[in-house]
């Protein structure tokens, strides 16, 4: 699956287009690349502390054996801040795109004055006969009040 990975990214259209993010694909390529340098690391320092003496060996195998998995303990929670990052970022570029409902402020009020404009055209249209009656006790007329705006008095001086 690795070498699967590696060869999809090197050879596909995601390196070069910049509308996909490869990060996260990139994270597990980067922690086997990271769990095998804190392998490398292990092994050259066994060798270099058993160069010096035997005592300072047997220190180095404590401190593999206590460093080594606090390193991998760090990579790990590194890559998952890495792709917890990507998905917040995946995440609200979604709800941007699905809350964004038009394009300018200028459609939605253009849309709304259409709206109440064919209200008040199927308002006239409705003949009295299919109207209700003003004593159904189930839906009550609705009365309709024209807001206007309040009239400004000039500045005092």
């Known amino acids: 699956m690795f070498w699967d990975d590696l060869r999809r990214l090197l ?16 994270v597990p390529i980067l922690f086997a690349f990271g769990l095998a340098a804190i392998g490398l690391w292990a092994i050259d320092h066994l060798v270099a502390s058993f160069a010096l003496s035997f005592s300072q060996g047997l220190w180095g195998i404590l401190e593999i054996i206590v460093l080594g998995p606090l390193m991998a303990m760090a990579l ?22 699905r809350n964004r409902g038009r394009d300018t402020l200028l459609d939605e009020v253009s849309d709304a004055i259409h709206d109440l404009a064919e209200e008040d055209i199927e308002a006239e249209e409705t003949p009295p006969e299919t109207a209700r009656p003003a004593t159904d006790p189930v839906d009550p007329p609705i009365k309709r009040t024209v807001r206007r705006p309040p009239r400004r008095s000039p500045p005092t001086p």
């Open 11 to 26: 050879a596909g259209p995601q390196l070069y287009r910049l509308e996909s993010l490869i990060t996260e694909r990139l």
């Open 76 to 97: 790990r929670i590194a890559c998952e801040f890495v792709l917890v990052f990507f998905k917040a970022n995946e995440m609200a570029v979604q709800a941007v795109t």
